[in-house]
Structures are given as structure tokens and as C-alpha cells.
């Protein structure tokens, strides 16, 4: 990793270890497939990541099909830094995948990174991956007796591995991504890319992460989300079903087929929180789902204020339906500082305290003797909200309400998503009366999650919602052992 990388993923760390107390995603994944071999499709790679990078700041990974194998370029950073022009040009092909990442289950280091190749008996492949295989320690130790080596601790390798002990049993890679799939327990987005040139995008039955197909001109497009193809002026066709894998040809995407699941368990925070928000997930605007969780904000915990602050820019959207529907003006009370990340020199002990005030400033002129409505998507260990609640009353707030658009927390997430355990989590060990008095606020009002599924418009048996009612869709899953690993994990630590 050159120095100037290795400063600004320093600098990375810092800022993300002070992303205002938010969860955070695994990964996103790309898919670029040009049936014209004369077309370079690593600058749609590169651009499709840029659009995906809240996904993932830790790494940032192309590789490409030319023909003559595959090859591609992976570091550590933002897809910004890590592909200058210089090495984009390098990445001659006209098919290829991509990955920015965040580590859960594994180190953030270069060999982590994705996307990774595999080299099989039926030749190389590529593989990047979005969520959590929650048994891949199983499924390792199992692969290791029949003699296969592993070279790292990541669950994308124990992917590869599988699939390659299914292409000794058929070449057909179709079969072998199926086979695949039944023996694979968790969530997963993921494309494939092999040495003959074929694309495949692949999810898991239950549907956790999102993923979807586009084109652009003559160029097909797989993403984790349609706002990347829709950035580079593409047209959505649809998305991955739940269990379903598609194969890119010259021709178009085409359905291999789909294991059906009698349950689906699309991950609620995607809409709360994760997906951008001119996104749409199966269908579903992320915007819509946002504003109307406002909207019944409103009606559960109705309040009489003067304004309406959102905490920006995760609050903004809910904020916004909030308004509409309680009538109480929304303003940009609180202004970020998207550059925080450039004062990283900074005294240890002085850091946390700092890092909240140096990301949002109020804006005294609008809060200054009024009543404040402040809202955002999410609360995890409440530290943060302290915090942003309390720079409100610096301001000269006379009374601040907090208004929260998902229900709270009390479990730990185990399918991909950066959530602190259980002792982590306020919600978890204490009451709402109790968070309430802890962030000084004058009332504290949750979403409900009978509002939640409202709000996204989907019944429980289509989301997962484990992380709100313990409810996990995974049957098999040992959540005191996954505990057990994901604790021992670095955490974000306000
Ligand atoms: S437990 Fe929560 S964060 Fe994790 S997949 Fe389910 S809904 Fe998403």
C-alpha cells in the first residue's frame, strides 16, 4: 500500500470509528459485462463503486476478464485512491467484477480484500461477495479433512472453496453455483466471474442484501443497488429474486432458475438506513419507505414544537415526512462536516468527546429558544444521540424532543452488518425512560415495529427483523457462538 494510501485509510479509520454511532454495511458488489470485446468495462466498474462506496470504505477491488484469464488490482482506501487512471487503463477486459468492502467477520487487510481469484482445476475465477456465510467455520473445517489449504479467515474464500469442490463433481458452473447454495447458510449478494467469460450474480434464497441488473447502452450492469446504475445513466431491468441465479450473456441477463425459500427475510435496515436513498430494494423506493416512516412517526408520538432538526444525513428523509405530516417546519439545524476525517491528529482522550461536535455544528440563529423536534433513522449505544441532544441545548433549545423512524435495538446482528453485542446495545438493557434520561432528551419516541413493516409496505415473513424482536430467519444458527466471534471483532466504539 503506497504512504498516500496508507494516510488517507489511517485517516478512514479514524473518521469511520466516529461515524456517528451507525451500524455498518459489509460490502457492495458490480458486475460490468460487455458483449463488445473492444469495450474497457473497468471505468463503469470503478464508476458503479464510487456510487456503492457507503457500502464500504476499507478496500476497494476490479478485476477483469480479457480473454486471456483474469487479473485486476485491489488496496486498501476509497475506490478513489486506490484506482488512479494510470491503473484503470492496466485493467484491459470486457467483463469484470468489483467489490468495496467493510470487514465483520475477518481483518481489514489487503488479503481480505475483494474481489478475490481462485484458481480450480477448471480454471481461475473471481468472486465478490455482499453478507455473512454463518457457517463457513463448519464448512472450512469440513473442506480442510478432504485436503483443501486455506490462506485466509475470510468467508469469501470458504465460498470459493465449496464451489470448487462442486466443479470437480460437474463442470457445468451453473449446477456447481447451486449445489453451492443449498450447502452455503447466511446472507449473500454476490457476482462470479470465471476465466471463459461468464458472468453470474447470484442471492441468497431469503434475500438479505440487495441485488439488481441494469444496462447502459449495450453493457449490462449487476450492483448492489440501482442508484450505482442509475448514476451512470442506466436503465434498471430488475433485480436478483431471493434464491435466484442469473447468467449475463451477450444477449442479456438470463434466469438460470431460483431455490425457492417458503419465508424471505430482506434486511429491514437496508430501508432504514443503509441504502442510499434514491435507491430502490426489490422494487421498493428507500425514499418512500423513509418519508412515510416520518409521516407515522407523527402519528404515534405526536408533539408540539417549533422546528423539525434532522441529524444529517441519515434522519434527513424521515425528518422530511415528519413535517409534511405534523405541519412543524424541517430545518438544517445541524450542519456536517464532511471532511472531518482531515483532523485526525488529535489527543486520544480528547477524541471521542470531540469527534460529534467537529462532525455537527448547530446552527444557533434557528435553534436559539425554540422547541426542537430532532430525528434520526437509528439509536445503538445512544453515546452519540447524548451527545447531539446536548449540542442542541448548547444552542439555546427550550425543550428537545427525539424522534427515532426505527423501532429499538435489542440483539446483535449476525448476516453481514458491523452491530455491537448485546451489552452494547442501550435498548437492550434499558427502558425507553431510561435511554430517554440517559440522552437528556424531554421525550423519546420509537418507531414501532408494526410501523416499521407499515412503513416498508412488506409483511414480517418477507423481512428479516431479528436485530428488533430476536427473531432469527437463520434456523441453524448458534447465535452465542456467533456472538462469541463477532465480540471478539474490532467495533466502532462510540
Ligand atoms: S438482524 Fe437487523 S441488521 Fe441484521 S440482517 Fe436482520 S434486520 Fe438487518
Known amino acids: 500500500m503506497g504512504e498516500y494510501n496508507t494516510l488517507i485509510y489511517e485517516a478512514l479509520n479514524m473518521s469511520e470509528k466516529y461515524c456517528l454511532g451507525k451500524p455498518r454495511e459489509h460490502c457492495g458488489v458490480i458486475g460490468v459485462y460487455s458483449p463488445d470485446k473492444s469495450i474497457q468495462v473497468s471505468r463503469y466498474a470503478f464508476d458503479g463503486l464510487i456510487a456503492l462506496q457507503h457500502r464500504g470504505q476499507e478496500s476497494a477491488g476490479i478485476y477483469v476478464q480479457n480473454g486471456k484469464g483474469i487479473t485486476g488490482h485491489k488496496d486498501m482506501g476509497l475506490a478513489s485512491t486506490v484506482f488512479t487512471k494510470k491503473i484503470l487503463s492496466t485493467l484491459y477486459g470486457n467483463k469484470a467484477i468489483a467489490h468495496v468492502r467493510y470487514s465483520t467477520t475477518s481483518d481489514s487487510n489487503i488479503e481480505n480484500a475483494q474481489p478475490k481469484k481462485f484458481v480450480s482445476t477448471l480454471g481461475s475465477y473471481a468472486i465478490a461477495f455482499n453478507g455473512t456465510i454463518t457457517n463457513f467455520l463448519k464448512l ?29 463433481e460437474t463442470d457445468d458452473y451453473t449446477q456447481a453455483i447451486f449445489k453451492s447454495m443449498n450447502e452455503l447458510k447466511g446472507s449473500y449478494s454476490m457476482v462470479i466471474l470465471n476465466e471463459k467469460g461468464d458472468l453470474y450474480a447470484v442471492r441468497d434464497p431469503l434475500g438479505f442484501k440487495p441485488l439488481c441488473i441494469g444496462q447502459i447502452n449495450n453493457i449490462f450492469m449487476v450492483a448492489s443497488e440501482t442508484a450505482a446504475i442509475e ?26 432458475g431460483a431455490i425457492k425459500a417458503e419465508r424471505h427475510a430482506r434486511c429491514m435496515f437496508e430501508f432504514v438506513y443503509f441504502s442510499r436513498t434514491d435507491s430502490r430494494f426489490d422494487g421498493i423506493s428507500i425514499y418512500r419507505v423513509r418519508e412515510r416512516l416520518g409521516k407515522i412517526l407523527a402519528q404515534i408520538h405526536p408533539v408540539d414544537a417549533d422546528i423539525i432538526v434532522p441529524v444529517p444525513d441519515s434522519g434527513r428523509t424521515a425528518a422530511a415526512g415528519l413535517a409534511a405530516e405534523s ?6 439545524g445541524l450542519i456536517k462536516n464532511r471532511y472531518v476525517w482531515r483532523t485526525f491528529i488529535m489527543p486520544v482522550q480528547a477524541e471521542r468527546e470531540d469527534q460529534v461536535k467537529l462532525k455537527l455544528n448547530p446552527v444557533r440563529e434557528l435553534i436559539s429558544g425554540k422547541d426542537v423536534v430532532l430525528v434520526d433513522d437509528s439509536i445503538v449505544r445512544a453515546t452519540t444521540m447524548k451527545r447531539i441532544v446536548c449540542l442542541i441545548r448548547n444552542a439555546g433549545a427550550n425543550k428537545v424532543h427525539v424522534r427515532v423512524s426505527c ?21 437492550a438493557n434499558q427502558t425507553i425512560e431510561e435511554i430517554r434520561k440517559f440522552i ?19 409483511p414480517e415473513n418477507e423481512l428479516c427483523l431479528a436485530c428488533l424482536n430476536k427473531k432469527y430467519p437463520i434456523e441453524t444458527l448458534d447465535t452465542d457462538f456467533l456472538e462469541r466471534q463477532l465480540g471478539g471483532q474490532k467495533r466502532v466504539e462510540n
Do not use: W
Open 140 to 168: 472450512r473445517s469440513m473442506l480442510e479433512e478432504k485436503g483443501h489449504v486455506f490462506h485466509t479467515d475470510s468467508d469469501t474464500e470458504t465460498i470459493a472453496h465449496v464451489l470448487a469442490a462442486n466443479l470437480l
Open 231 to 256: 448514476s451512470l445513466n442506466g436503465t434498471v431491468l430488475g433485480d436478483v429474486a431471493p434464491g435466484e441465479v442469473i447468467r449475463i450473456t451477450d444477449s442479456g441477463p438470463v434466469k438460470e
Open 327 to 332: 405541519g412543524i417546519p424541517m430545518v438544517e
Open 407 to 427: 423501532p429499538p435495538i435489542i440483539a446483535p446482528c449476525y448476516m453481514g452488518i458491523d452491530f455491537p453485542t448485546s451489552r452494547e446495545l442501550i435498548a
Open 440 to 458: 437528556g432528551a424531554d421525550s423519546l419516541g420509537y418507531m414501532t415495529i408494526d410501523g416499521l413493516m407499515q412503513g416498508i409496505g412488506l
